[in-house]
C-alpha cells in the first residue's frame, strides 16, 4: 500500500519562499499564495528530507535516527498529507488510498499516535498594518480601521491616502 | 513608581493596565528577560493591549521560558511573534532590495525607524514595524521617486520617501529668517550634517546606511513624546537604544543646544529607566540633572498605555461629540480622551516638563485644533448631503421600500436632523 514509485518521491518546494529556522518550529511564508505557516520541529524534519528522491520509508528512517524516537513510514504520510495542502511540495503527491479522503483529526485518531505527531498550522500572513500607525500618502486605504498620516484622508474612490 | 503609587485610589484604576504592561515589558528587550512575577489573568487582561500597540512579541519574549506561555494568552503571544519574525524577513529582504534600487540610480539613502531600531533587538521577531522609512538628498528627492516607482504595490508594505531629514521630528533648530531659499538651505544643511554622522550596517550581503547613534536616540525620543506616548512600543525602543549605546556616544551632540529639547530627551530617557528598568551607564552629568521626569508624566504614559489608543485613529472630535449628545458619559468620555493628552500637548505647545499643571498646554493644543472643526463640519454636511442624495436617486428609481427603509432611518438619526423626537 505505502509502495512508491520514482514519480510519487516527495520533492520540497524552493522557489518563493521564505523560510525562518527556530529553534522548535520553522516558520514559511508563500510569496505566491501570500500565506504563512508553521511547521513543528517532526515536520520540518521530513519536509527538508523530501529531496525528491528518498521515499517515505527511507524519510521514516532518517527522521526516526534524527529524533531518537519510533518513527513511522504514517507519520511521514500525515506530515506529507499536511506539506501537500499547503503547496510546500514541489509536486503534488498521491497519497495511499486509505489515508487520502480522511481528515488531519481522523488520521491522527487512526495512527494512534500523541508525541512527535509532525503538524503544520497556518498563520495569519503578517501585515504592515499589525505595526503601522498610520498610512502614508498614496498608501492604500481604508487597511485594517488604520487612519492615513495627517493630512492626508482617504480618496474613497481611489482607495488611497490623497 | 513611588509617584504612581501616591495617586489616589480613583486614577490607580486608570493606569492599572499599564502599570501590568510596564512590570511585563520591563527588560523584555534582553537575550534572557527574567521570568515575570504576573499573573495569567493579568496577562490575560493586557495581551490584547499587547498585540493593538505592536508589543505582543515582546510580551512573548518576557513570558517564553515562565509557565505563562502555555497559556491562551501566551499563545496569542505566540502567535504575533511568528507573525512578526516573517514580517521582518520579508522587510528585510525589501529594504536590501530599495538600496540597491536607489544606488543603481546614484543615490545613497537613509533608513530610518524601523529596521533601523529592529536591528537592536536580540531578536528579529520582536520590534515589528509597519512603513519603510528612507531618507534622500533633498535635490535627488524627484530622481529618488522616479527610481522607486516601481514599487508602488509593494504586497502591503509602505515605503515612505522622505526629502531630507525635514519631516523627522529631530528638531535640530528651525531656518534662520531672511535667508534665501531658507527652507530648501536648512533642508540641504541638516541632510549634509546627519548624512555625515551616518554610519554603514550589514543587512545580509547589502550595507545600509542608518542614522549615527546620538541622531538615532534623539529620534525615538522625541517622536515618542510628539506621538503622546501611547505606544508602550516606543518606549522599550529608547531603553534597547540606551543599552547598546557605542563607547564613544557623544552625548552632547545627542541632547543638542537647545536646552528644552534637551530637557525633553533626558526626559524620556528618565522615563524609560523608571518604568522599564533601562540601564545605562555613562550617563553624564547635564543629564543626570535633567532625567528626573515631572510627577505627572508616569502616570499619564500609563493611563496612555492602559488606554493603547491610536490618537490617529481618533474620529474627528465634532462628530464623535455629536453622535454621543444624548449619552452625557459617552459624551465626556470622548472629551476626556481628547484632554487627557499631557505629553502630546506639552510638545505641540513647546512647553517645558516640569511639575508645573499641564492644562494651559492641553487648552492650547485644543484651540490649535479648533482650526480644524470648520472643515471637519464641512465634511460632515457633504457627508450627509451625498447620503440624502443617494437616497433620493434610489427612491426615484424606484427601489423597493425594503431595501429603502434602513437608509431612511440613518438618516433619521443624524445629528442635524435630529429635534427631539426618536426613533
Known amino acids: ?162 | 513608581m513611588d509617584l504612581i503609587r501616591k495617586s489616589s485610589g480613583a486614577s490607580r484604576s486608570h493606569f492599572q493596565r499599564g502599570r501590568f504592561l510596564s512590570a511585563l515589558l520591563a527588560g523584555a528587550w534582553r537575550a534572557v528577560p527574567t521570568v515575570p512575577s504576573l499573573t495569567e489573568a493579568k496577562l490575560t487582561e493586557i495581551a490584547p493591549l499587547l498585540c493593538q500597540t505592536g508589543s505582543a512579541a515582546l510580551g512573548w519574549w518576557r513570558i517564553t521560558n515562565s509557565e505563562l506561555a502555555a497559556s491562551p494568552a501566551g499563545q496569542e503571544l505566540h502567535e504575533a511573534y511568528r507573525k512578526f519574525r516573517l514580517s521582518a524577513l520579508i522587510h528585510e529582504r525589501e529594504i536590501a532590495y530599495i538600496f540597491s534600487l536607489l544606488r543603481d540610480a546614484g543615490i545613497e539613502p537613509v533608513l530610518v525607524k524601523g529596521w533601523a531600531i529592529a536591528r537592536l533587538y536580540p531578536d528579529r521577531g520582536l520590534r515589528p514595524y509597519g512603513d519603510i522609512d528612507i531618507c534622500v538628498r533633498p535635490d535627488r528627492f524627484a530622481k529618488a521617486e522616479q527610481a522607486l516607482k516601481c514599487l508602488e504595490s509593494l504586497d502591503g508594505h509602505y515605503v515612505d520617501l522622505h526629502s531630507g531629514f525635514a519631516k523627522l521630528e529631530l528638531w535640530y533648530g528651525r531656518p534662520a529668517r531672511g535667508l534665501h531659499h531658507g527652507q530648501d538651505a536648512h533642508a540641504t544643511l541638516l541632510w549634509d550634517k546627519l548624512f555625515e554622522r551616518s554610519q554603514l550596517v550589514s543587512l545580509g550581503e547589502e550595507r545600509i546606511r542608518v542614522l549615527g547613534g546620538e541622531d538615532h536616540l534623539r529620534i525615538l525620543c522625541l517622536h515618542l513624546l510628539r506621538s503622546g506616548a501611547w505606544r508602550p512600543l516606543w518606549l522599550c525602543d529608547v531603553a534597547v537604544a540606551l543599552e547598546t549605546l557605542a563607547a564613544d556616544f557623544d552625548w552632547e551632540r545627542c541632547l543638542g543646544n537647545d536646552p528644552k529639547i534637551a530637557e525633553w530627551v533626558a526626559c524620556t530617557i528618565g522615563l524609560a529607566q523608571q518604568l522599564l528598568g533601562a540601564r545605562s551607564a555613562d550617563i553624564p552629568v547635564r543629564l543626570s540633572a535633567q532625567r528626573e521626569a515631572p510627577r505627572w508624566l508616569a502616570p499619564a504614559i500609563l493611563r496612555q498605555w492602559n488606554r493603547s489608543l491610536n490618537p490617529h485613529a481618533i474620529e474627528p472630535a465634532l462628530p464623535a461629540l455629536l453622535a454621543q449628545t444624548l449619552e452625557a458619559r459617552k459624551f465626556f468620555a470622548e472629551i476626556y480622551v481628547r484632554w487627557d493628552q499631557p505629553v502630546r500637548a506639552t510638545v505641540a505647545m513647546r512647553g517645558r516638563f516640569n511639575n508645573w499643571p499641564r492644562w494651559p498646554y492641553q487648552l492650547g493644543e485644543l484651540l490649535l485644533h479648533t482650526s480644524e472643526v470648520p472643515k471637519q463640519l464641512a465634511s460632515m454636511i457633504v457627508r450627509r448631503i451625498n447620503e440624502l442624495n443617494s437616497w433620493w436617486q434610489r427612491h426615484r428609481i424606484g427601489i423597493g421600500k425594503e431595501e429603502a427603509r434602513p437608509r431612511r432611518r440613518r438618516i433619521r438619526s443624524a445629528w442635524f436632523l435630529r429635534t427631539g423626537a426618536r426613533e
Not at chain 1, 500607525?133 to 487597511?143: L, W
Request: proline share 7%.
Open chain 1, 1 to 162: 500500500m505505502k509502495r512508491t514509485t520514482a514519480s510519487h518521491l516527495p520533492k520540497m518546494r524552493k522557489q518563493n519562499l521564505i523560510v525562518d529556522e527556530l529553534p522548535d518550529e520553522v516558520l514559511v511564508y508563500d510569496l505566491d499564495r501570500h500565506k504563512a505557516h508553521c511547521l513543528n520541529h517532526t515536520a520540518a524534519l521530513v519536509w527538508r528530507r523530501c529531496d525528491g528522491k528518498t521515499g517515505p520509508k527511507e524519510i521514516a528512517r532518517r527522521v526516526q535516527s534524527e529524533l531518537d524516537q519510533p518513527f513511522n513510514e504514517d507519520l511521514v504520510w500525515l506530515a506529507l498529507r499536511q506539506l501537500n495542502k499547503i503547496h510546500l511540495l514541489a509536486e503534488p503527491i498521491v497519497l495511499p488510498s486509505q489515508l487520502a479522503g480522511m481528515s488531519r483529526r481522523r488520521m491522527i485518531r487512526a495512527l494512534g499516535i500523541a508525541a512527535t505527531v509532525p503538524l503544520v498550522i497556518s498563520i495569519v500572513a503578517p501585515t504592515a498594518e499589525a505595526a503601522a500607525t498610520c498610512i502614508p500618502h498614496n498608501g492604500t486605504c481604508p487597511a485594517g480601521g488604520l487612519p492615513c498620516c495627517a493630512p492626508f484622508n482617504c480618496d474613497l474612490s481611489k482607495n488611497q491616502c490623497k
